[in-house]
């Protein structure tokens, strides 16, 4: 029973920072790639950031310099550190596991980030 249970997300102003979490269980956590998406309205689900096993990352161009991805694997945990958040960063946040740099397990509930003007 794969589970995928994010938080963190919230209502912040332009500029500001939030932390998401993604709390992992029913896998070998250590041994996956874990990327963090996002979907807005309208929108179709991009990856924003993703992170290997050896902790090497990679970020979509629109949150270079501002998102770090990050993972704590005694806590199957990956965390979505996001400064300098704009409008065009609402969505709702998704992590999941990645196999040949795509989602591998079913979607969990999501964080909401609601960044406001």
């Known amino acids: 029973q794969v589970h995928l249970v994010e938080s963190g997300g919230g209502l912040v102003q332009t500029g500001g920072s939030l932390r998401l979490s993604c709390a992992a269980s029913?896998?070998?956590?250590?041994?996956?790639?874990m990327g963090w998406y996002r979907q807005a309205p309208g929108k179709q689900r991009e990856l924003v950031a993703a992170?290997?096993?050896?902790?090497?990352?990679n970020y979509a161009d629109s949150v270079k310099g501002r998102f770090t991805i990050s993972r704590d694997n005694a806590k199957n945990t990956v965390y979505l550190q996001m400064n300098t958040l704009n409008a065009e960063d609402t969505a709702v946040y998704y992590c999941?596991?990645?196999?040949?740099?795509?989602?591998?397990?079913?979607w969990g509930q999501g964080t909401q980030v609601n960044v406001s003007s």
């Open positions: 999941n596991a990645l196999r040949q740099s795509r989602p591998y397990y079913s």
């Open positions: 029913g896998f070998i956590f250590s041994i996956y790639s």
């Open positions: 992170i290997g096993i050896g902790g090497s990352t």
